[in-house]
């Protein structure tokens, strides 16, 4: 133990205490956490801290279980659709084109740092500036609950197409071939899932689950380090080959608290990469420019892919930064000498600040899409059937949004008193699923501005909506979107802690179910059938 803490620099507890305080203030002014975290780097950069060795690797295990939690919720067949791998590609292609134009411009306009580039420059800045961010969008579509939501399934699976060319990338940069050792390794892997999976349901739920997790998201990171491959492709890998089976959902959950807590190593470190100054701060302002242009690309391309015009507003403006591959990718080439050091201070900058704004655009942007959906659909390429138009409302006095274990639940109670209702999830397969159940339900997101005011709610039946998502957010976003419609009727809401109450009952709702607090009364009800209470 001692000879473990002796490779621990004192300093770097104390600059994750620091960490927190930044991210404290950070989601007080109501941006997220990781944008505070990355001031903090900033500002112990400032005062000229340095990380050690214990925050780069809790840097690169944020980044490990990261990729595994992404594999995890991966579906292979969504990115064979042509919207994901088409509009990534094209995207990385069509901006990398933007981006060299316009540093040739500002280089013939003989600014700050541009002069100093040559064709080599240009490219790999071009390159680094193509990605978006999978750290700043996962986190943001899990603090939303949108991870399945539709236009989230668009941006991850454009980010995996983009972390894959970054893969490729960095194995050409450092003339890495995989050995020879590296196809058994895959074909290994692949037969042994039955038993990955098999092992996976019998860890049962508590530490050996967390325990098998670490396990496959280091162990499939380890051995592909091993054949000449990129640690961090083997462990989205191994979560590949656990997604879609019955541990998958639990095990991401389970792991949730530790890559948190790893995560904020690597925003600490990218804020601690360099210090900037004048001539910094005013590139990073200029090239901010390509921020506007990079998420307007993506609203045009997945637009002509026939997305809809809310998910591929949405997905546009979640996508609608720059990178920590940016970083990397910056790294990599300021290592080989193809570009001077001066623009890792600025990647890491603009990084830092394409976050911030990110997080602004991402909070407001129903507003933004109500205020600006007539100018947007005409992005659109052809009419489609928007959401809700194929819902069957006839005499219906119960919606029920979210239909999850709480949501199917409250189903069945309402069903067996005689009360006709309707489920509505974003989910596919847990709508086919409760199809198959016997219950009637919708695939629609309620966290939509384009599916409320679709579906006209105040002139239904509609009596009473049941708000079951496992998101307070999400929650949130649906009652303001329902009342802001018009819906007179009553608004139900579940919670996980109390102190997520009052913000429900801020945005319109009447009741709020605190699924914790109401469980033990719930099982005195239950049992109340089959004993007498004395």
Known sequence: MEFMLSSIDYKDPLWIAVAFLFGALSRAVGLPPLVGFLVAGFSLNYAGAQGGEFLNEMADLGITLLLFSIGLKLKIKELLRTEIWGGALAHMLIFGIVSIATLLL?????????EQLSLMNMLVLSFALSFSSTVFVVKALEERGDFLSQYGQIAIG????????AVLYLGISQAKVPSLWALALIVLIILARPLMIKLSTKVGHGELLLLFGLSMALGGASLFEMVDMKADLGALVFGVLLANTAKADE???????????????FFLSI???????ITTLLVV????????????LFLLLLSRFKVKIYPASKASISLGNFSEFGLIVTIVAVSQEWISTDWLVVMALLVAVSFVISSTFNKRFDDLFSRFQTMLQKFQASELKEDGASIDLANVRILICGMGR????????????????????????????????????????VSSSDFWSSMDIKNTTIEWVFLCVPN???????????????????????????????????????TVFNIYTEAGAGLAQHSQKFFTVK
Do not use: W
């Not at 500002?106 to 541009?114: D, I, R, V, W």
């Not at 095990?251 to 890559?259: C, E, H, Q, T, V």
């Not at 302002?285 to 307007?296: E, P, T």
């Not at 709480?406 to 199809?435: C, H, P, R, T």
């Open 406 to 445: 709480v949501g199917s639940g409250a189903y069945d109670y309402l069903v067996e008193e005689q009360k006709k209702a309707v489920g509505l999830d974003f989910d596919e397969q847990v709508v086919n699923a409760q199809i198959i159940n016997g219950r009637k339900t919708y695939c629609a997101n």
């Open 106 to 114: 500002l280089k013939e306009m003989s600014l700050p740092l541009f």
């Open 472 to 510: 307070v957010e999400a929650n949130k976003e649906a009652a303001n979107l329902i009342r802001q419609s018009g819906f007179k009727g009553k608004l139900s809401a579940v919670s996980l802690y109390h102190d997520e109450e009052e913000g429900l009952m801020k945005s319109g709702v009447d």
């Open 271 to 277: 804020g601690m990469a360099g210090l900037p100054d």
């Open 285 to 296: 302002a200029i090239l901010l420019i390509l921020l506007l242009i990079k998420s307007g």
């Open 251 to 265: 095990l991401s959950k389970a792991l949730f608290g530790i890559k948190e807590l790893f995560l904020v190593g």
């Open 158 to 165: 454009i980010l995996i197409i983009q972390d894959l060319v």
